[in-house]
């Protein structure tokens, strides 16, 4: 009886997450493989420049134990407000923003908060879910820093949210960033881009750039990968006191040098966002499921759909490959729905299965051989459709 509970009330979780994230058209986690890269900041000041383009923009501090949104907007005393349903509405900054943070729901704003995973991951969940953030462009997630709990949280909450990781140009920031690409890869988050902050040092004197951090290295890795690099920020004397007193910097001095970087960073977020929808329209990118019975071979009964490989392939390379076993309660949508799969691939489908997955909008691929190892069947995919 119990568990039946337990379900239900589960159920009814995803549900209401589920029609939260519908009104949300792109999610970006900010996040970066080692602290003090100034990534709060990255992601307060993303937030405002993308609402001063009048887009609807939603900023959520998942960083449970050092929460410093609230600070750096200057909104610690406002709080969240109660919709006619009974339900939390997000804090509203100014009329393109809202935010939500763990410090307005605390006693006081020195209270610790000492949660082991499985509390910080229902907390998250609560955060997206059961409060209402109404229709929004943007939901900008500042996570703590490293590959935890939080990020983790956000991505397996949020499967379709897109990594924007923050380094700075010296190396020892450089090799965590390798870490926080390879998390990514793993749990297959779509990296939208680098952005290297901290590069070069405005003189507070003569107003000019000097190179004392070093420059580059963020660009650099981000060839190397072959990710996005997204923009620079240089570290302007000002920007410190602009966050203390909760006048993020876009805002406080939009003429400044390094305004101008967050501005021509939110437009390149802007252009790689809207270009990362269109790779799947058109599918540059596609993530294929294959049903299998062993790592060799395809799967042919659809009663036992219980492990797939996966393959992320952009632009027809194969960039990762997963295998995944489906939890034994879940459904087969509910599943490529979690791994955020647009293709499956499989051999003759019955017609009910074929036409249940397209209506909710995962197109089938059929192999007429069955014996075939699934990664030659990807292979002679992607030549057959280069050659079209």
């Given at each position: 009886m119990i568990k039946k509970e337990k379900s239900f009330i589960m159920e009814q979780q995803d549900k209401k997450l589920?029609?939260?994230?519908?009104?949300?058209?792109?999610?970006?986690?900010v996040m970066s493989g080692k602290g003090g890269v100034g990534k709060s900041t990255v992601a307060v000041n993303v937030a405002i420049g993308l609402s001063l383009q009048d887009f609807m923009v939603g900023l959520l501090d998942v960083d449970l134990h050092g929460p410093n949104v609230p600070k750096m907007l200057g909104a610690r005393d406002l709080k969240l407000s109660r919709r006619p349903d009974g339900r939390l509405g997000a804090i509203k900054y100014s009329p393109n923003l809202k935010f939500l943070s763990i410090e307005p729901?605390?006693?006081?704003?020195?209270?610790?908060?000492?949660?082991?995973?499985?509390?910080?991951?229902?907390a998250i969940r609560q955060f997206i879910g059961d409060i209402d953030w109404g229709e929004l462009d943007y939901l900008v997630i500042d996570s703590?820093?490293?590959?935890?709990?939080?990020?983790?949280?956000?991505?397996?909450?949020?499967?379709?949210a897109y990594a924007l990781i923050v380094t700075t140009p010296q190396e020892v920031s450089l090799i965590d960033v390798k870490k926080a690409i390879k998390f990514c890869q793993k749990i297959k988050l779509r990296i939208l881009g680098i952005v290297e902050n901290m590069s070069g040092f405005i003189c507070p004197h003569c107003g000019k750039p000097v190179?004392?951090?070093?420059?580059?290295?963020?660009?650099?890795?981000?060839?190397?990968?072959?990710v996005r690099f997204l923009g620079r920020i240089p570290v302007d004397p000002r920007i410190v006191d602009t966050g203390d007193a909760g006048k993020p910097i876009i805002a406080a001095y939009p003429e400044g040098v390094t305004a101008k970087a967050f501005e021509e960073l939110v437009r390149n977020i802007i252009v790689a966002t809207e270009e990362m929808k269109k790779d799947i329209l058109e599918e540059r990118f596609m993530r294929i499921a294959i049903p299998i019975s062993t790592p060799s071979k395809i799967e042919t009964?659809?009663?036992?759909?219980?492990?797939?490989?996966?393959?992320?392939?952009e632009n027809n390379k194969i960039l990762v490959k997963d295998v995944v076993k489906k939890a034994e309660n879940q459904g087969l949508i509910d599943f490529l729905k979690d791994q955020v799969v647009t293709h499956i691939l499989l051999f003759?489908?019955?017609?009910?299965?074929?036409?249940?997955?397209?209506?909710?909008?995962?197109?089938?691929?059929?192999?007429?051989?069955?014996?075939?190892?699934p990664d030659n069947l990807i292979e002679e995919y992607l030549r057959e459709k280069q050659l079209h």
């Open positions: 589920r029609e939260q994230l519908a009104k949300i058209k792109h999610k970006i986690l729901l605390l006693p006081s704003e020195d209270t610790a908060i000492i949660w082991r995973g499985p509390i910080k991951h229902s703590p820093p490293g590959t935890g709990d939080e990020p983790l949280t956000v991505a397996k909450t949020i499967p379709d190179d004392i951090f070093k420059k580059g290295g963020g660009q650099k890795l981000a060839d190397e990968l072959g009964d659809s009663e036992k759909f219980e492990l797939f490989a996966l393959y992320d392939i003759d489908p019955p017609k009910e299965l074929a036409n249940f997955l397209s209506q909710n909008e995962i197109k089938v691929l059929v192999t007429d051989t069955s014996t075939e190892p």
